[in-house]
């Protein structure tokens, strides 16, 4: 809502978008009883988490980024999608979007399907790296855990 309330204004500036946020908090915190099932998106002392999650996720899009680009300019390497299931842990819905969102957001993975009576994930590997990638998935399930103090 900050950065809408910048574009509202027609200016991107860090005094505007502070201006968003005064705005913005109080106004969402008013309505987030109307959200179905209640709203606990996260704990303010959960945020510690974050710049590790994040540090770990950028890590992985730089790394998946050469990765995938090598195998589109170089022949040689080859191109063996696969798909794999993940059976995840996590409960909060907005824990579980951010870590599909996080999949697909890293090229050469895919997440495909969600299945809402199992959590499990259908993810499509560009790699054939099946096991590398759960790896990195799993990584990433037990820090957004300790964000959003969800599942394990």
Known sequence: MAVAWMFVNATFDGSSFIQGLVVSLPV???FRRFHPGGCKLIDLGNMVY????LASFTKELFAANVDTTCRVLHPSKPIDPQMMRYHTS???PVAITVLANSITLTPGTL???FFNDSYDFRINVLSGDVEGTRE???NWERQLSKIFGDGQ
């Open 90 to 92: 996590l409960e909060n």
């Open 111 to 113: 997440v495909v399907d």
């Open 136 to 138: 990195t998935v799993e």
């Open 50 to 53: 974050v710049p590790r999650y």
């Open 28 to 30: 969402s915190y008013v």
